[in-house]
Antibody, heavy 118, light 107 residues
Framework: QVQLVQSGGEVKKPGASVRVSCKSS????????ISWVRQAPGQGLEWMGW????????NYAKKFQGRVTMTTDTSTTTAFLELRSLRSDDTAVYYC???????????WGQGTLVTVSS | EIVLTQSPGTLSLSPGERATLSCRAS???????LVWYQQRPGQAPRLLIY???TRATGIPDRFSGSGSGTDFTLTISRLEPEDFAVYYC????????FGGGTKVEIK
């Protein structure tokens, strides 16, 4: 069955960077991209961007351009999200989701809580 | 950016009742590009409906989607206990945006 398993929670100080991983299994990794979506505590969903499985194509939401990098490692079927210059309002649960072409999300990881606090 | 406005914010209903959730877009959205998700407490969202009206794999037929242009609706014909959750609409006609969500709670 399709599974996306994310790395554990992180606590970071303002100005630091965080890297979250998302390991996929149960499907042909090369056939699907990965989107990242975040959810601040008690808030709604916010799309951050999409990456193709081979990393040749990315599409970042304007809000995060310059501060985010998405990569993949096809040898381990793992996607990565790096967010830099963290602020307190980046505190959120970060989800990866399988996304064929940067559009909709049919399977989701369990989420990774990133807490930004001094 | 297309803004999606969901209403009501909270819907209080009893099991067995019908739920009607609205999603209104700030500009016209091609129906093919309108999606609905369900999020239960403490869980990741789950894909329910894509293309405005097509149920995702494994989704019960009590869930149905309809609409076009700027007005879309998710209907749950008879609420089951596991249906009490938050529902989000999402569009990908112009970048990707989500609505603010509708919480369906037990009355």
């Amino acid at each position: 069955q399709v599974q996306l398993v994310q790395s554990g929670g992180e606590v970071k100080k303002p100005g630091a960077s965080v890297r979250v991983s998302c390991k996929s299994s149960g499907y042909t990794f090369s056939n699907y991209g990965i989107s990242w979506v975040r959810q601040a505590p008690g808030q709604g969903l916010e799309w951050m961007g999409w990456i193709s499985a081979d990393s040749t194509n990315t599409n970042y939401a304007k809000k995060f351009q310059g501060r985010v990098t998405m990569t993949t490692d096809t040898s381990t079927t793992t996607a990565f999200l790096e967010l830099r210059s963290l602020r307190s309002d980046d505190t959120a649960v970060y989800y990866c989701a399988r996304d064929p072409y940067g559009a909709l999300f049919d399977f989701w990881g369990q989420g990774t809580l990133v807490t930004v606090s001094s | 950016e297309i803004v999606l406005t969901q209403s009501p914010g909270t819907l209080s209903l009893s099991p067995g009742e019908r739920a009607t959730l609205s999603c209104r877009a700030s500009q016209s959205v091609i129906s093919s590009y309108l999606v609905w998700y369900q999020q239960r407490p403490g869980q990741a969202p789950r894909l329910l409906i894509y293309g405005a009206s097509t149920r995702a794999t494994g989704i019960p037929d009590r869930f149905s989607g309809s609409g076009s242009g700027t007005d879309f609706t998710l209907t749950i014909s008879r609420l089951e206990p596991e249906d009490f959750a938050v529902y989000y609409c999402q569009q990908y006609a112009n970048s990707i945006t989500f609505g603010g969500g509708t919480k369906v709670e037990i009355k």
